[in-house]
């Protein structure tokens, strides 16, 4: 006979597990924090012309952007540039309370997710970066610095239309021109530790060492508020269709789409419908029942046979989110609340300093939790789960848009330490980092595949849909 332990027996065998590995992590902490002073970022320096606002830092810089890179548990190693050229020069920087916040997260212990099944055997990122030429995988080196390159433009524009940075206009040219360097010089040049998460991590620090640090936040207000009022009605209709997991875990995939990080869907984003929340909620649900079919990683029968077995229904899960907007609330909040139905305790985990459109902690805590309590969805499940503990919001640690378990908060952490299931959300952490990842736990990775090369590794088309279910390690 099979049985899943209890939320107690995990939680001790996760306190086992967790707590020695705490030093190792915050060694890695301490070497992640050198990152801070850019070594690596900048390839020449100039001032900004007009009106002085920001103080100039000096930086001893290598020529090589990226031969400075991450240890593999992120932080930076004391590797020399094949080019041995260096220099020194004055970045400009903008000192704001936002930057402050920034270095206060990087400051806070790191540890790792207590339910990793062997954090040595642990690996992040699902595909190669630079597999070589005679590597068999047919995306190379160059596939991938093209993509990040396809989606630059969103990112200068929404640099552009910050209006909380002075000059916007001609720093978003210098970060234009610095990541572009930056992709030119990888291409160019053999980086064996080449990944998404360095990628990810020099064009976000580019963004905020000139003073970008949420630049997608105007675009990802509207969209939360838009999708806020439009859950009451998508909750409605999926109440009168008496919506199943197939349904709920399509509306996780229809809500995904919403992603400013991939050239695809930025596309789809500016052609769409952006009207009002009649508008939204007919868009959602048209993409539910269209765009939603396709699976290219396939356990749905093993989810959905864990998923009606109604003697072991989970006690406790944390899901990592992704996307603001309609991803997060209309197609995270509807799962969840299914949950808290079934009388699972819900956490939602998200990244505590902001990266491209995703949700922020303070977001949640913010907006969407007291526009939660203040709804009458039927009978006010939202508004008695916050009231009750039942669902509840923690920040990951993470500021990026992928993220790497063994590096989350320590809050974080000792949530999860109770949980019998996590959920990861999206492209970014639940498939381009975390889809072999091996749990102690029932582990779900919901996703659309919105890059195209993303696709072909995967074996099916743009905007197909991974549905990863893997039982933990503690089922026995």
Same mark, same amino acid.
Request: proline share 3%; charged share 30%.
């Given at each position: ?27 890695r902490d301490e070497d992640f924090q050198d990152f801070a002073t850019l070594n690596a970022c900048m390839f ?19 020529? /090589? ?15 020399? /540039?094949p080019r041995k050229g260096r220099m020194t020069a004055t970045a400009p920087t903008t000192t704001t309370k ?8 990087? =400051? =806070? ?47 200068? =524009? ?18 234009? *021109? ?21 990628? /990810? ?20 207000? *509207? ?53 009002? *929340? ?71 985990c998200a990244n505590d300093v902001p990266s491209i459109n995703d949700i922020t902690i303070k977001e949640l ?86 890059? *195209? ?13 991974? /549905? ?9």
């Open positions: 006979m099979t049985f899943l332990r209890s939320g107690k027996e995990n939680r001790e065998i996760a306190i086992e597990r967790f707590f020695p590995l705490q030093h190792k992590t915050r060694e020449g320096f100039f001032r900004l012309s007009g009106k002085r606002t920001t103080k100039t830092t000096p930086l001893t810089t290598r020529w /090589c952007a990226h031969a400075n890179s991450f240890a593999r548990g992120g932080g930076a190693t004391n590797s020399t /540039c936002d930057d402050s916040d920034v270095n206060e997260m990087k =400051k =806070k212990t790191k540890v790792p997710f207590p339910h990793l099944r062997d954090i040595h055997a642990y690996e992040p990122t699902t595909f190669l970066y630079n597999p070589g030429e005679l590597h068999p995988q047919k995306i190379k080196k160059q596939d991938w610095i093209r993509v990040f390159r396809m989606a630059l433009p969103e990112f200068t =524009k929404r640099a552009k239309m910050d209006e909380t940075v002075e000059d916007a206009d001609v720093k978003s040219e210098v970060f234009r *021109e610095r990541f572009e360097k930056y992709l030119n010089d990888l291409n160019e040049n053999e980086d064996e530790k080449m990944n998404v998460i360095h990628m /990810c991590r020099f064009r976000d620090e580019c963004l905020r060492r000139l003073g970008f640090y949420d630049c997608f936040r105007t675009v990802k207000r *509207e969209e939360n508020m838009k999708a806020l009022e439009a859950l009451p009605r998508v909750l409605e209709r999926l109440e009168e269709e008496n919506a199943g997991i197939l349904e709920l875990v399509k509306g996780v995939f229809a809500g995904n789409i919403f992603d400013l990080g991939a050239a695809a869907s930025q596309a789809l984003f500016t052609d769409g419908d952006k009207g009002g *929340e009649d508008d939204i909620s007919k868009s959602f649900f048209e993409t539910r029942d269209t765009k939603t079919d396709v699976f290219v990683v396939n356990n749905f029968d093993a989810l959905k046979e864990r998923w009606n077995d109604l003697t072991r229904v989970h006690e406790k899960c944390c899901i990592f989110v992704d996307n603001a907007g309609a991803d997060v609330i209309l197609g995270v909040l509807p799962l969840a609340r299914e949950m808290l139905k079934r009388g699972t305790k819900v956490v939602l805590e913010e907006l969407v939790f007291p526009t939660l309590l203040r709804m009458n969805d039927k009978d006010n499940v939202f508004k008695k789960a916050i009231e009750s503990g039942q669902l509840a919001c923690i920040g990951s640690g993470s500021d990026l848009p992928v993220i790497d378990l063994r590096e989350i908060s320590e809050p974080c952490a000792n949530e999860c330490l109770d949980c019998d299931l996590a959920v990861l959300i999206g492209m970014g952490r639940g498939i381009e980092t975390n889809l072999r990842a091996e749990f102690s736990i029932d582990r779900i990775n919901l996703g659309m595949v919105k890059h *195209e090369e993303v696709a072909q590794l995967l074996n099916g088309p743009l905007y197909s849909c991974v /549905c990863a279910f893997n039982a933990g390690a503690n089922t026995v």
